[in-house]
């Protein structure tokens, strides 16, 4: 195992995508990659992360009162799952020089309700930049993948799908869309990765963006 004699600061890194990306699948082998390097490392999820943020997660999947959130309540319930969040574990932890890989932040409520619930961008942010307190991602990986081959990836999972999944094609098709109008607004954060190539071809995808934007190599 290769150590790092000067450590470095923390690093916030956020994955990005539509239901069936490999998001999840490439958190766990960047985390591994990362410790490699000597770094120490923390992964957490959005909704949850935190005992006050999984409350959140399972009342926004699995709501089952009968009453429908509304989409405004729905931004707010991701928000103060996030602020909750980054108070009490992603800065703590970037003040310790770890780093931190986020399995979905700010971004998915800009590309889910922004986007998908059509309650545009600027309102979204506007909540959001409370409830972030200034604690941006340093790099978001986007993985980029038609909905298509989201919508054949989910079915073949076999599961039943949550209240997101469940949504027609043409929500998760905005989703897509406000990713790739996201990429374009902040270049300077977001890079894009091809999520159709092979699980070993994007980890070495997001090698190669990692040691260009944060200057680690991998
Ligand atoms: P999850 O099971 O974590 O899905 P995935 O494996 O695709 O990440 O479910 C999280 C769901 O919540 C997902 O459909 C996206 C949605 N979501 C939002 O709509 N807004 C948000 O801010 C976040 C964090 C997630």
Redesign the pocket.
């Given at each position: 195992m290769k150590k790092s004699t000067t450590p470095s600061p923390g690093k916030f890194i956020s994955l990005e995508g539509c239901?069936g990306c490999g998001k999840?699948t490439q958190a766990s082998l960047l985390k591994s990659a990362l410790e490699a390097q000597g770094l120490t490392v923390v992964m957490t999820?959005?909704?949850g992360g935190t005992p006050t943020g999984e409350m959140i997660r399972d009342l926004?999947?699995h709501h089952a009162s009968g009453e429908e959130i509304t989409p405004i309540a729905e931004v707010m319930l991701?928000a103060a799952s996030r602020a909750q969040h980054v108070h009490n574990v992603i800065r703590p932890a970037l003040a310790q020089g770890q780093w931190v890989i986020c399995?979905?932040f700010v971004d998915?409520?800009l590309a889910?309700?922004a986007g998908g619930r059509e309650l545009g961008l600027e309102k979204v942010l506007a909540v959001n930049e409370v409830a972030l307190d200034g604690c941006w991602p340093d790099c978001t990986l986007w993985f980029d993948l038609p909905v298509t081959v989201s919508s054949a990836r989910v079915a073949e999972r076999g599961v039943a799908p949550?209240r997101?999944?469940s949504e027609a094609l043409s929500f998760h098709q905005r989703v897509v869309d406000t990713y790739e109008k996201l990429y374009q607004r902040f270049p300077e954060r977001m890079v894009r990765v091809d999520a159709e190539l092979s699980i070993a071809e994007v980890e070495q995808a997001v090698r190669d963006h990692l040691q260009h934007t944060l200057g680690v190599s991998l």
């Open positions: 239901e999840s999820r959005e909704p926004l999947q991701f399995d979905r998915s409520s889910y309700q949550d997101f999944e």
